[in-house]
T-cell receptor
């Protein structure tokens, strides 16, 4: 079945540091890939997405590239801010059809804390 | 546009009691999902509705969990009887047709079973 593996956390960085959160996946076919963010006390929000190989999703300074050869979708940001402190989830949606079309499979989440 | 509404925000119950959660999706969204998010884990799909029909409930513990979506709009998720391991955040999400690139999630209901 489909699965998503994220790097172990938590991750603690100083403001303006470079961020990488690793994400690898296992899926049949060609899934769509997503990063969601969950700020304290809030619901899940879509951060960025990529729907096919070599696509780069970007939003709010965050980027991730869909790498089919390495089945990866690592999240990066060149200079983090205190306001980026949140939990980040990598997820995939199978495009293989069938009754579970649209179902999201999530990784376990990575807690990011950014200090001033 | 209004988001996905969920209530209550928090609920504390004793084990073996029953509890119900309510979700109002975005108007016009045909697909509705209930996810369970246990602390330290990513959300896991419990059930998926397309309009008022169930598309996928393979991960729903049917001996204690039930869900319905009357008239293809609001949905309720019920647990009866609750167990300690049911402590989690229950997230509702909706999408226009399930093929959209992303969903809209509600803020969730945090359930604590003591």
């Amino acid at each position: 079945g489909n699965s998503v593996t994220q790097m172990e956390g938590p991750v603690t960085l100083s403001e303006e540091a470079f961020l990488t959160i690793n994400c690898t996946y296992t899926a049949t076919g060609y899934p769509s890939l997503f990063w969601y963010v969950q700020y304290p006390g809030e619901g899940l929000q879509l951060l960025l997405k990529a729907t096919k190989a070599d696509d780069k999703g970007s939003n709010k300074g965050f980027e991730a590239t869909y790498r089919k050869e390495t089945t990866s979708f690592h999240l990066e940001k060149g200079s983090v801010q205190v306001s980026d402190s949140a939990v980040y989830f990598c997820a995939l949606r199978s495009n293989a059809g069938g009754t579970s079309y649209g179902k999201l499979t999530f990784g376990q989440g990575t807690i990011l804390t950014v200090h001033p | 546009e209004a988001g996905v509404a969920q209530s209550p925000r928090y609920k504390i119950i004793e084990k073996r009691q029953s509890v119900a959660f309510w979700c109002n999706p975005i108007s016009g969204h045909a697909t509705l999902y209930w996810y369970q998010q246990i602390l330290g884990q990513g959300p896991k799909l419990l059930i998926q509705f397309q309009n008022n029909g169930v598309v996928d409930d393979s991960q729903l513990p049917k001996d204690r969990f039930s869900a319905e979506r009357l008239k293809g709009v609001d949905s309720t998720l019920k647990i009866q009887p609750a167990k300690l391991e049911d402590s989690a955040v229950y997230l509702c999400a909706s999408s226009l047709d399930g093929t959209a690139a992303g969903y809209t999630f509600g803020s969730g209901t945090r359930l604590t079973v003591v």
